[in-house]
């Protein structure tokens, strides 16, 4: 069974310029997770999905941050503009079961650096 | 103040050594995840506990829900070992998400 795939996984850009992230989750999990993980510290939710629904994203930064799930498969998670606080790890998590307490599998993240 | 604790933060071991990390939380939770997170790497999960004991390898992780307290234990540690442990709370007050602590990390010297 395929894993998450995420990409890329490496990504540096200047302050103020955007970028955006993929994700695909495993085949047939319905709730997909983006996380923000600052060096040092555990990941922290940015948005839940579940299939092509935002369940919460009460911690995305909404006025720079933005994340859709059109077909309920794949997923971006976009910055626009960036700044140097979101120099992060920002990972990718799927999950079979749709209330979301379930086994979570996380893809190998994407490494962003804002110089 | 994170809801989710871990100790150590850091730590430093001989190979073949018995390895304990800590981990508690503040409220009634459905279930603990440990996790395992290579540098550069993703995560990967490890455990996922609701009650008593589970037993992996050399890995084992127990829960105890009255004192809202896990615990990861490392037997025979191995340089490969050499990563961070994060738990992960669920359910209960929590709702659907994991609520992270903030990891512990973990060096196995050969």
């Known amino acids: 069974e395929a894993g998450v795939a995420q990409s890329p996984r490496y990504k540096i850009i200047e302050k103020r310029q955007s970028v955006a992230f993929w994700c695909n989750p495993i085949?047939?999990?319905?709730?997909l997770y983006w996380y923000q993980q600052i060096l040092g510290q555990g990941p922290k939710l940015l948005i839940q999905?579940?299939?092509?629904?935002?369940?919460?994203d009460s911690q995305l930064p909404k006025d720079r941050f933005s994340a859709e799930r059109l077909k309920g498969v794949d997923s971006t998670l976009k910055i626009q503009p960036a700044k140097l606080e979101d120099s992060a790890v920002y990972l990718c998590?799927?999950?079979?079961?749709?209330?979301?307490?379930?086994?979570?599998?996380f893809g190998p993240g994407t490494r962003l650096t804002v110089t | 103040k994170n809801e989710v604790e871990q100790s150590p933060q850091n730590l430093t071991a001989q190979e073949g050594e018995f390895i304990t990390i800590n981990c508690s939380y503040s409220?009634?939770?459905?279930?603990l995840h440990w996790l395992q997170q290579h540098p550069g790497g993703g995560i990967v999960s490890l455990f996922m506990?609701?009650?008593g004991k589970k037993k992996h390898g050399r890995l084992i992780a127990t829960i105890n829900i009255q004192e809202k307290h896990s615990s990861l234990h490392i037997t025979a540690s191995h340089p490969r070992d050499s990563a961070v442990y994060i738990c992960?709370?669920?359910?209960?007050?929590?709702?659907?998400?994991?609520?992270f602590g903030p990891g512990t990390r973990l060096s196995v010297l050969p």
């Open positions: 999905f579940q299939n092509n629904g935002v369940v919460d």
């Open positions: 992960a709370a669920t359910g209960g007050t929590y709702g659907q998400n994991f609520v």
């Open positions: 506990l609701s009650s």
């Open positions: 409220v009634g939770i459905s279930a």
């Open positions: 085949s047939g999990h319905a709730t």
């Open positions: 998590a799927s999950s079979f079961s749709l209330g979301g307490a379930g086994e979570q599998y």
